[in-house]
DNA sequence: TCAAAAGTGTTCGTAGTACACCCATGT
DNA sequence: ACATGGGTGTACTACGAACACTTTTGA
């Protein structure tokens, strides 16, 4: 199996190897008063560049673990409502020094969670990224990626949703996770028929500026789910 | 960033950490005779129980390129037409001794390539497996998984399809792998749809029972291309 | 000429899009 | 009353599933 002894080439990964945990947390947020709300990342600035926040794994912790510790620890950021790994990066020149091998995560936050940051820690719009160090923006392109695609297929916005919400809150979220305009009303009409959201019979305030006041919705779920397994290629029956 | 100095909680990543990489590696074989063909693993008896190939990662190798020389030196296989990861498992007792994290990938092998095998591997269909290592149990089911789902909304078969093949064939493909019937005329309406599939013209030999000879196709690509993005939710336009 | 396998065509259901129209509230 | 946002209904399109029917070969 894997533990077999010696091998025959290219080295040998027991010296001088580190793993870390990164990880790419996202949260819709306001950036500016009476704008739609953006996609945000968590970073955390070290002496010359931002950087997304990890660490060293812990050694009776599992990657998810260590990975949920850190940012509690270090950003103060308890309100995870989803996580999932993300991929390896494993380029052995990706970082100076030491062989240093990442393991990422993503990260979401609803955006009613409390957003209460340790100074060297900020939101960043996705679309304005500063300067990041090493493979970071990768990482996070990465990242972007596969939430917008998750969104399509499963209920994984649970997790960037507050706990209940107006239906044209959560296309505005949609619309910041995927980068362009989604119909509300068809939305809702998909994740009702996929039973992803429920009514909670509440209704909302209405606006500053008039309007009907809106049904309030609720996510069924606050685990992820495959919501349209089966694009195509379904099984008989 | 990830490498600021010590923290507060849950010891060390330093010191007594192995990576170790293991492949799934997937070929869809004749296991008997004038059979419908099966999905197979590769596997490799160790001293008790039955492992998946892998072994450590090298030195100045990302974990991919570590991948497919541990499968060419150990196990003489050399034309895995796709390798992706699949999953970090981490669980700190997943292995006995040493903390061991396991960084998988699944390997997939044409139908048509050489399969000459050192003593200790062999080839085990996915629905009759022997007693496994470790956590090896979890990582082949949830390789399973994942390639099922791909068959969906990828090109991914090129992978597991010879260079050329009537389509009944690549039926036959898709069903060991999803492990159900597939309807072969819709099966080429789709992929042709997709650009997946195209016809090279020429014409294979008929069967010993008899029938008409069946056009031959091709995959389009030899990489992986996600053919169906957008589930739902598509942009605009 | 018959069986076996391949290929073509047709029907049907359903999910998703677009968009028009109706409802409830504040000013 | 009217502007503003929320909600409902309807037509259209497209993809995939199911299945019948036709074509081409070997015995």
Redesign the interface.
């Known amino acids: 199996?894997?533990?077999?002894g010696s091998?025959?080439?290219?080295?040998?990964?027991?010296v001088?190897?580190?793993?870390?945990?990164?990880s790419v947390v996202f949260q819709v947020r306001e950036t500016q008063p009476d704008t739609a709300p953006a996609l945000c990342v968590l970073l955390?600035k070290?002496s010359d560049?931002w950087?997304?926040?990890?660490?060293?794994?812990?050694?009776?912790?599992?990657?998810?673990e260590?990975a949920r510790?850190?940012l509690a620890?270090?950003m103060d950021v308890r309100k995870v409502a989803h996580l999932e790994?993300l991929?390896?990066f494993?380029?052995?020149h990706r970082?100076p020094g030491i062989?240093?091998?990442?393991?990422t995560y993503i990260g979401l936050v609803p955006t009613d969670a409390p957003a209460r940051l340790p100074a060297e820690a900020a939101w960043h719009e996705v679309d304005a990224l500063p300067s990041l160090?090493?493979d970071?923006a990768d990482i996070i392109a990465a990242g972007r990626h596969r939430v917008a695609?998750k969104?399509?297929?499963t209920n994984i916005a649970f997790a960037l949703a507050p706990a209940r919400f107006p239906m044209s809150e959560l296309s505005e979220i949609?619309c910041a996770a995927?980068?362009?305009?989604?119909d509300t009303t068809n939305?809702l009409r998909?994740l009702s028929r996929r039973a992803v959201v429920v009514s909670t019979g509440t209704v909302g305030k209405t606006g500053r500026t008039g309007g009907r006041p809106p049904a309030l919705y609720a996510f069924a779920d606050n685990e992820l789910r495959v919501t349209?397994?089966?694009?195509?290629?379904r099984?008989?029956m």
């Not at 950087?51 to 998810?64: F, K, M």
């Not at 062989?99 to 393991?103: D, E, L, P, V, Y």
């Not at 995927?178 to 989604?182: F, K, Q, R, S």
């Open positions: 199996m894997s533990a077999e091998d025959s080439s290219a080295g040998d990964g027991s001088g190897l580190r793993v870390e945990v990164l955390t070290s560049a950087a997304l926040p990890g660490g060293d794994v812990g050694a009776a912790e599992t990657l998810s260590s510790r850190l620890d270090k790994q991929s390896v494993s380029d052995p970082v062989r240093t091998i990442a393991s160090a090493y970071h695609a969104l399509s297929y949609y995927l980068g362009y305009a989604v939305l998909i349209d397994e089966f694009a195509t290629l099984p008989p």
